[in-house]
């Protein structure tokens, strides 16, 4: 499993922090910046680790900002992501059981380390359920390819 991390200036340390729990649990990945505390732009970052993971050279993202929520809109924005802005242990089991999720966002200013390793953890290990999971996802598809859906 290969993961591609990025934050901007807002969640470096929450950034370094996590390549260190990846490091510790053996798990490979790919930093996509930012690479200090200088003001910079989250959409360049969230965009790079994002598209990593459409183009299938990361399995999954990790990907952070003040909040975790810029980042997941450009993220979201990356054709084939599903980025979820993640809270609690619940929302990250979730988001990969219903959802599917292939990018995982979250704030500095919001979760701690502590919590954010543990969402990590179950992130990584909690597989999609598939079956009218799938229809939805495709739905979900269908509209980033511009059809119009119905009721
Ligand atoms: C940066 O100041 C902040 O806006 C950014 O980290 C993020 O939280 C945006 O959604």
Known sequence: MKIAVAADHGAFELKEAVKKHLEEKGIEFTD??????ESVDYPRYAYLAASAVAEKECDFGIICCTTGL?????????KGIRAAVCTNEMLAEMTRRHNNANVICM??????????????????????????????INLLTDIENGKKLTV
């Open 32 to 37: 996509y910046g930012c690479f200090s505390k």
């Open 70 to 78: 810029g980042v997941s809109m450009a993220a979201n924005k990356v």
């Open 107 to 136: 704030g500095q200013n919001v979760v701690s380390q502590e919590l954010a390793f543990r969402m990590i953890d179950i992130f990584l290990s909690t597989d999609f359920e598939g079956g009218r999971h799938q229809r939805r």
